[in-house]
């Protein structure tokens, strides 16, 4: 299965600013998940990133407040913008492997103040 | 009502004793997955199942696809087992849906 280096593995920002996080994968996928995962919380899908397309958002997360860029199959971003403490919580990315399961990143927990 | 659901919530256990973790879903699946996540925060897949059981190591899941339900157990549990252990399922052509996890602590 893949690996997939992720960071910063976490960071306390000032509310109002932006954070970008990093997702670089071993080998060539076509799908990216990006998580949330709120204090206490289950997980929950932020968006799908495709290479070469827009990424494909879930109810509740708009591409303004969560943008995403796809450059290439291995790479991947995700972008919390004019951060709040709602959204503190740890952030995951992930591919998938078809029949053989999930990849996850390592994590980012952030934490706005 | 959560499609997944896990039990229990929380689970202190001392070093060796068997564990057994719970999951019932409620639609239909092509797989389900167990999770384990570490206090930093990262994931861990240990299993991704449609049928029967599968071993590795001292882990063990089971799933009865007829019941909507899976275990996972632990053999001969060891303080870094501490984790919390998460089930997911993938309705056939849909996203993961995640449980909300179970917060196992084993003492030494």
Redesign the interface.
């Known amino acids: 299965s893949a690996v997939i280096s992720q960071k910063p593995s976490r960071d306390i920002c000032q509310r109002g600013t932006s954070l970008t996080i990093q997702c670089q994968v071993d080998s060539q996928v076509t799908m990216m998940f990006w998580y949330r995962q709120q204090p206490g919380q289950s997980l929950t899908l932020i968006a799908t990133a495709n290479q070469g397309s827009e990424a494909t958002y879930e109810s509740g997360f708009v591409i303004d407040k969560f943008p995403i860029s796809r450059p290439n199959l291995t790479f991947s971003t995700l972008t919390v913008s004019n951060m709040s403490p709602e959204d503190s919580s740890i952030y995951l990315c992930s591919v998938g492997h078809g029949d053989y399961g999930y990849t996850f990143g390592s994590g980012t927990r952030l934490t706005v103040v | 009502k959560n499609e997944v659901e896990q039990s229990p919530q929380n689970l202190t256990a001392q070093e060796g004793e068997f564990i057994t973790i719970n999951c019932s879903y409620s639609v239909g699946i092509s ?1 389900l ?1 167990w ?1 384990q996540q570490h206090p ?6 240990l299993f ?1 199942l449609s049928s029967g059981k599968k071993k590795h190591g001292r882990l063990i899941a089971t799933i009865n696809i007829q019941e909507k339900h899976s275990s996972l157990h632990i053999t001969a549990s060891h303080p870094r087992d501490s984790a919390v252990y ?1 089930c ?1 399922v993938r309705p056939s052509g849909s ?2 849906t ?4 179970t917060q196992l602590t084993v003492n030494p």
């Open positions: 797989a997955h999770l930093g925060g990262g994931i861990v897949s991704m998460i997911a996203r993961l995640f449980g909300e996890g």
